[in-house]
């Protein structure tokens, strides 16, 4: 790596959004972490990778990030991992397992509860400052106890470095302070107070990740304070979330160059971003459900459609929506059907410029639904005319089956 950095400053990074205000400094290079491949998967997880499958299901994701497999494959290893049903479960599973067992002598739980909440208290308020800092904090900032460092250091959560003589706490994954937020907000007394205040936020996009681990926490409930603070404003304007896909951001389902050329965005309801929460919740309120379905073919044969989205993220939020607990085959058959005719009608003359790559076919695969995993391997056709033709066999076989 250094070699290829040469004389270079240099950012590695497995998450380089975070470090935006450096992307423009022709001095930096960036090198970002690979994610693992579907070998690096196997070969990876071992004997272990039959059992992840659950955990592969509710967060595909994760499988790919070195630091989050790692966190998956302790917990295979050393825990039982089937009644993990989200990632709020995931995350929790995990840093108990660093308090409680990683540590010889194990902590008492007087001290692991202490250690717990003080890092809960840095997360958010790191995240909630005027100026936020992302992973990476500085040990002088006013939140921080200076006498709790040297015991909240212990488990290797967060890390002390040292940069042109400052000092810094840094967590080992940004997601750690993005739960360990969550779960703040979630015990505090003014948790009501914090959520509407993140979901009314202008600056929505750093807490989007604790927004999920939020609907994991609490379910419909935050899917709910979504829709009515999204409700349309007198102005036309709200806040907005993110849609998250290929390790890139999608603004409202926009792409972010359109973006900068306008903030007038979808902000009556960020509804694709809401479909993505929604398998985050272990017991959907199916009324919220079809109403979140209705708001997305609403939008999508909406006249005015071509400037907030395009049928790729339509057909993201399907597939997310298609992932939530305890669906019904024939609202799955729906979802898949709605898929099809995107790809072979609606965007049928953009055809040759889709490229149906392995994240894509990740999101649907990752599932245990035939129907999802039959369109996966369709999708993952090279041949466009075999694939169209493919795609139109299988609309016709879930018609006659349906």
């Known amino acids: 790596m250094l070699k290829i950095a040469g004389q270079n400053y240099t950012i590695i990074s497995s998450r380089p959004s975070a470090l935006i205000n450096f992307d423009k400094d022709p001095a930096v290079s960036f090198l970002r972490l690979m994610q693992f491949s579907k070998d690096d998967e196997r070969n990876y997880f071992g004997r272990y990778f039959g059992t992840i499958g659950s955990i592969r299901a509710l967060a595909p994701e994760l499988k790919k990030v070195p630091m989050l497999a790692f966190m998956i494959k302790t917990l295979a290893i050393n825990e039982t991992i ?60 006013k939140y921080i106890n200076r006498d709790s460092i040297s015991s909240i250091l212990k488990y290797g959560l967060v890390n002390f470095i040292l940069e042109e003589g400052k000092e810094f706490l840094i967590f080992t994954h940004t997601s750690f302070q993005e739960y360990l937020a969550a779960k703040f907000i979630d015990k505090s007394d003014r948790s009501d107070e914090y959520i509407h205040q993140i979901i009314a936020s202008q600056e929505i996009n750093k807490w989007s990740e604790t927004i999920r681990f939020l609907a994991g926490m609490r379910g419909n409930e935050i899917i709910s304070q979504i829709l009515i603070s999204q409700a349309p404003q007198p102005d036309g304007e709200g806040p907005l979330f993110y849609l998250r896909y290929r390790g890139g951001l999608i603004m409202n389902g926009v792409k972010s160059m359109i973006w900068n050329q306008s903030n007038r965005l979808l902000s009556k309801r960020n509804i694709f971003f809401i479909a993505e929460l929604l398998p985050e919740v272990k017991n959907v309120d199916m ?112 018609l006659i089956n349906n």
Do not use: W
Request: net charge negative; aromatic share 10%.
């Open 82 to 141: 089937t009644e993990i049903k989200n990632r709020a479960d995931l995350y929790e599973r995990f840093i108990d397992y660093i308090f409680t067992q990683q540590n010889r002598p194990i902590t008492p739980d007087c001290q692991r509860i202490i250690v717990q909440e003080e890092l809960e208290t840095i997360s958010f308020k790191a995240l909630n400052a005027e100026a936020p800092s992302i992973q990476i904090i500085p040990l002088n900032a």
């Open 287 to 398: 009324k919220l459900y079809q109403q979140i379905y209705s708001d997305l073919h609403t939008i999508k044969n909406s006249k005015r459609k071509e400037k907030y989205y395009d049928y790729r993220d339509f057909e993201i939020s399907l597939i997310y929506l298609s992932r939530v607990q305890g669906l019904n085959d024939s609202q799955i058959k729906k979802n898949v059907m709605d898929i099809i005719n995107c790809v072979t009608i609606d965007d049928k003359k953009n055809l040759s410029s889709i490229e149906f790559d392995d994240d894509f076919s990740d999101l649907i695969y990752d599932n245990d639904s035939d129907h999802l995993v039959r369109l996966a391997s369709i999708l993952s056709v090279q041949r466009e005319s075999t694939r169209l033709l493919q795609l139109e066999a299988f609309k016709e076989e879930l």
